[in-house]
């Protein structure tokens, strides 16, 4: 007796054949064509005059398709898929444009000198191959690392406050924090001015920048800070206090360790939120225009000022020099960003 | 090493067993100032907060008795001050800066809100895996642009589109009274500024609206398709209802920044003193704008009024910011 065995190959039924498919590609060409007729024959024009013609003919098209060879549900289903599909695209389309502008109109000032000179001696509307904004990255270094020291530990503790100790309060400093990273950029400065330079002898100084900047960098850090210590496993603090290690001992070197690049990811997210923060500036910086290496005293500078003091001069060399320190401003972003992303991933990948 | 100990072991052990450990409820004074540092830090936010509040609350105290109610209705902002130099009273308020920053937070929001939940609904449950995950990339990069690049973008790029459109708008659906213009001037309009806004606010809602919409019950999602719905269905009957409180918190967040928005409304922005509630005409009031506006120049007195109106607007964002915070708590609980 001889079994005969057929071994079934997967199939998916689901995916289209291209014969399938065929009614939908030829709906966009012809769409497509439409559109060009329409456009060449009517008064509208230009590459809004398409999208307003294309879509609708598009959506509409694919709509009494389905309409025809299903039901009503189905033609319901075409028509909000086609909704969200443009809701896409009009998100996406100005993510790119603003990269594109960026990089377009900042790459012609990218010039050796403007990372090797300042703006002590030159007028914003002087030459692109004089000045530069050596003073501002100075600034901008200062701050951060001000900003830093600040709003890590503050950050830090309250997020292990939240996850670790959960007291009777902590539903209420999680909201108070939450409450805290609605606080508008501009109100931050504000606050400093009107508390400090008012009230004490202090005046503006990248030390009061970086205040300014740690109201608004600390619930950036804590709730980043939270998610993560959240996704350690209980197992492992209950591991820490059966070997009798203290409370203390557990979260310093069992939870603090075992969050750590997750902790490093919440503190990078905090520095990118506030590298580009202009309005709180305005208020305390002072904007110097040559380097000052004291950020305890003295006006300094910072790429957001300094992007800033060119478009308010708004005369074309300003204009230039504004768009190229943008583009340094959202270089630095985006390595912060990339960063934050790569160490994320990393530990979420571990436990 | 284990040699040595049995032969521990064989001799007299009895010096050599450790103490029987207390066994107690009390924590170690380790413990005891590890909670204590940081609930000190935990309680620092909170004097942090309240801080702002106070001291704005003081430093524009004068300015706020002075003018009392009508510094919210005021539509002048006008710093005259007389011989002795007093400002005489009415002369200054935010009435057409308030009405302006509520029109522009609530176009953007027209515009933003139907986007970004039809781009949150794209991304859980229409694009593929691969493409999701580079999607959520990108809105996530851009809400962290800084705020001084979506203006100059807004200002040379958006702005001369966005004119355009708005004479369009105003050709075309000029009978409804906010889409009409009292003169043809349609730069820098509340309408400019929305836009500009609107592509600000788009990353927080659509976020916010995603993680509400991936809390909806997989069972529920399932029994839907099982019954035989397709997309849209299983979205109307299970996703939107569960999700619906939690795309009003997202709106309220995303007005909330609105509402606080400095220098990308500044750079976009005509601002003018008096209430105007028509979009597309090139005149507007902004309260976060007008504080940085007229900082260059103020007074003692000016710099006492600008901080009452950082203290109005403090208020507000607070206040939209806490509703829009309980609301999203309470749906994305509810989900788990």
Request: avoid cysteine; proline fraction near 6%.
């Given at each position: 007796?001889?079994?005969?065995?057929?071994?079934?190959?997967?199939?998916?039924?689901?995916?289209?054949?291209?014969?399938?498919?065929?009614?939908?590609?030829?709906?966009?060409?012809?769409?497509?064509?439409?559109?060009?007729?329409?456009?060449?024959?009517?008064?509208?024009?230009?590459?809004?005059?398409?999208?307003?013609?294309?879509?609708?003919?598009?959506?509409?098209?694919?709509?009494?398709?389905?309409?025809?060879?299903?039901?009503?549900?189905?033609?319901?289903?075409?028509?909000?898929?086609?909704?969200?599909?443009?809701?896409?695209?009009?998100?996406?389309?100005?993510?790119?444009?603003?990269?594109?502008?960026?990089?377009?109109?900042?790459?012609?000032?990218?010039?050796?000198?403007?990372?090797?000179?300042?703006?002590?001696?030159?007028?914003?509307?002087?030459?692109?191959?004089?000045?530069?904004?050596?003073?501002?990255?100075?600034?901008?270094?200062?701050?951060?690392?001000?900003?830093?020291?600040?709003?890590?530990?503050?950050?830090?503790?309250?997020?292990?406050?939240?996850?670790?100790?959960?007291?009777?309060?902590?539903?209420?400093?999680?909201?108070?924090?939450?409450?805290?990273?609605?606080?508008?950029?501009?109100?931050?400065?504000?606050?400093?001015?009107?508390?400090?330079?008012?009230?004490?002898?202090?005046?503006?100084?990248?030390?009061?920048?970086?205040?300014?900047?740690?109201?608004?960098?600390?619930?950036?850090?804590?709730?980043?800070?939270?998610?993560?210590?959240?996704?350690?496993?209980?197992?492992?603090?209950?591991?820490?206090?059966?070997?009798?290690?203290?409370?203390?001992?557990?979260?310093?070197?069992?939870?603090?360790?075992?969050?750590?690049?997750?902790?490093?990811?919440?503190?990078?997210?905090?520095?990118?939120?506030?590298?580009?923060?202009?309005?709180?500036?305005?208020?305390?910086?002072?904007?110097?225009?040559?380097?000052?290496?004291?950020?305890?005293?003295?006006?300094?500078?910072?790429?957001?000022?300094?992007?800033?003091?060119?478009?308010?001069?708004g005369l074309p060399e300003a204009i230039q020099r504004a768009w190229t320190g943008i583009l340094i401003l959202l270089i630095v972003v985006l390595?912060?960003?990339?960063?934050?992303?790569?160490?994320?991933?990393?530990?979420?990948?571990?436990? | 090493?284990?040699?040595?100990?049995?032969?521990?072991?064989?001799?007299?052990?009895?010096?050599?067993?450790?103490?029987?450990?207390?066994?107690?409820?009390?924590?170690?004074?380790?413990?005891?100032?590890?909670?204590?540092?940081?609930?000190?830090?935990?309680?620092?936010?909170?004097?942090?907060?309240?801080?702002?509040?106070?001291?704005?609350?003081?430093?524009?105290?004068?300015?706020?008795?002075?003018?009392?109610?009508?510094?919210?209705?005021?539509?002048?902002?006008?710093?005259?001050?007389?011989?002795?130099?007093?400002?005489?009273?009415?002369?200054?308020?935010?009435?057409?800066?308030?009405?302006?920053?509520?029109?522009?937070?609530?176009?953007?929001?027209?515009?933003?809100?139907?986007?970004?939940?039809?781009?949150?609904?794209?991304?859980?449950?229409?694009?593929?895996?691969?493409?999701?995950?580079?999607?959520?990339?990108?809105?996530?990069?851009?809400?962290?642009?800084?705020?001084?690049?979506?203006?100059?973008?807004?200002?040379?790029?958006?702005?001369?589109?966005?004119?355009?459109?708005?004479?369009?708008?105003?050709?075309?659906?000029?009978?409804?009274?906010?889409?009409?213009?009292?003169?043809?001037?349609?730069?820098?309009?509340?309408?400019?500024?929305?836009?500009?806004?609107?592509?600000?606010?788009?990353?927080?809602?659509?976020?916010?609206?995603?993680?509400?919409?991936?809390?909806?019950?997989?069972?529920?999602?399932?029994?839907?398709?099982?019954?035989?719905?397709?997309?849209?269905?299983?979205?109307?009957?299970?996703?939107?209802?569960?999700?619906?409180?939690?795309?009003?918190?997202?709106?309220?967040?995303?007005?909330?920044?609105?509402?606080?928005?400095?220098?990308?409304?500044?750079?976009?922005?005509?601002?003018?003193?008096?209430?105007?509630?028509?979009?597309?005409?090139?005149?507007?009031?902004?309260?976060?704008?007008?504080?940085?506006?007229?900082?260059?120049?103020?007074?003692?007195?000016?710099?006492?009024?600008?901080?009452?109106?950082?203290?109005?607007?403090?208020?507000?964002?607070?206040?939209?910011?806490?509703?829009?915070?309980?609301?999203?708590?309470?749906?994305?609980?509810?989900?788990?």
């Amino acid at each position: 007796m001889s079994v005969t065995t057929t071994t079934v190959a997967p199939t998916k039924p689901w995916v289209k054949t291209p014969w399938q498919r065929l009614p939908s590609l030829s709906l966009v060409l012809l769409s497509l064509i439409a559109s060009g007729i329409i456009i060449e024959m009517t008064p509208l024009k230009g590459k809004l005059g398409f999208f307003l013609v294309f879509v609708p003919i598009l959506t509409i098209s694919e709509t009494i398709l389905a309409r025809v060879k299903a039901d009503k549900k189905a033609a319901q289903d075409v028509l909000v898929s086609s909704f969200i599909w443009t809701a896409t695209f009009l998100v996406f389309l100005p993510i790119a444009s603003i990269l594109v502008t960026a990089i377009v109109k900042g790459l012609p000032g990218l010039k050796p000198n403007i990372f090797a000179e300042t703006m002590q001696i030159i007028s914003f509307t002087d030459p692109l191959d004089k000045g530069g904004l050596l003073h501002a990255l100075v600034g901008t270094l200062y701050l951060i690392l001000l900003s830093i020291a600040i709003s890590v530990p503050l950050g830090i503790l309250t997020a292990l406050y939240l996850t670790e100790i959960r007291g009777p309060g902590s539903n209420f400093i999680q909201f108070i924090v939450q409450a805290m990273s609605g606080v508008p950029s501009v109100i931050a400065g504000l606050f400093i001015y009107s508390s400090l330079i008012l009230a004490t002898p202090l005046r503006s100084s990248s030390m009061l920048g970086a205040f300014a900047l740690v109201i608004l960098m600390v619930p950036t850090v804590t709730r980043t800070s939270q998610e993560v210590l959240l996704l350690i496993p209980n197992d492992l603090r209950e591991a820490g206090l059966a070997l009798g290690a203290t409370q203390w001992k557990t979260v310093a070197m069992v939870v603090v360790p075992a969050a750590r690049s997750g902790l490093l990811t919440a503190v990078i997210l905090g520095v990118a939120r506030i590298a580009g923060e202009t309005a709180p500036l305005l208020f305390v910086l002072g904007g110097a225009d040559g380097l000052n290496w004291n950020p305890f005293s003295g006006n300094n500078s910072a790429l957001p000022f300094y992007i800033w003091k060119g478009f308010l001069i708004g005369l074309p060399e300003a204009i230039q020099r504004a768009w190229t320190g943008i583009l340094i401003l959202l270089i630095v972003v985006l390595i912060l960003f990339a960063t934050a992303r790569y160490l994320g991933s990393k530990n979420r990948r571990k436990p | 090493m284990r040699l040595r100990r049995g032969h521990d072991a064989a001799m007299p052990a009895l010096e050599t067993l450790p103490e029987k450990r207390k066994i107690t409820t009390k924590p170690r004074p380790s413990d005891v100032a590890f909670r204590g540092i940081v609930t000190t830090f935990g309680l620092i936010n909170l004097l942090i907060l309240t801080l702002i509040g106070s001291f704005l609350l003081f430093r524009g105290l004068e300015v706020l008795k002075n003018e009392g109610f009508g510094f919210l209705t005021n539509q002048k902002w006008d710093i005259v001050p007389d011989e002795s130099g007093n400002q005489p009273k009415g002369m200054i308020g935010l009435g057409s800066m308030l009405s302006g920053t509520i029109l522009i937070s609530f176009v953007a929001l027209s515009v933003a809100l139907p986007i970004s939940v039809l781009t949150a609904l794209g991304l859980n449950f229409y694009a593929p895996l691969r493409v999701r995950s580079f999607l959520v990339t990108m809105i996530d990069l851009m809400a962290a642009f800084p705020s001084i690049l979506f203006g100059m973008w807004g200002f040379f790029v958006l702005m001369p589109s966005a004119e355009y459109w708005a004479m369009l708008l105003h050709r075309y659906f000029g009978w409804i009274p906010i889409f009409d213009v009292p003169q043809p001037f349609f730069t820098r309009s509340p309408f400019i500024a929305g836009l500009v806004l609107a592509v600000m606010i788009i990353p927080i809602i659509t976020s916010v609206s995603r993680e509400v919409f991936s809390q909806a019950p997989l069972d529920r999602i399932q029994a839907a398709y099982a019954l035989g719905a397709n997309k849209w269905a299983m979205i109307r009957a299970v996703v939107l209802p569960f999700g619906a409180n939690g795309v009003v918190g997202g709106a309220m967040l995303g007005l909330g920044r609105a509402f606080g928005e400095t220098v990308a409304v500044f750079t976009v922005l005509n601002i003018v003193y008096q209430t105007n509630w028509d979009i597309l005409f090139g005149a507007g009031g902004n309260v976060a704008s007008h504080i940085v506006l007229r900082w260059g120049e103020a007074g003692e007195y000016e710099v006492k009024a600008l901080l009452a109106a950082g203290f109005v607007l403090f208020l507000l964002t607070l206040f939209v910011n806490m509703i829009a915070n309980s609301i999203v708590r309470a749906t994305v609980k509810k989900g788990r």
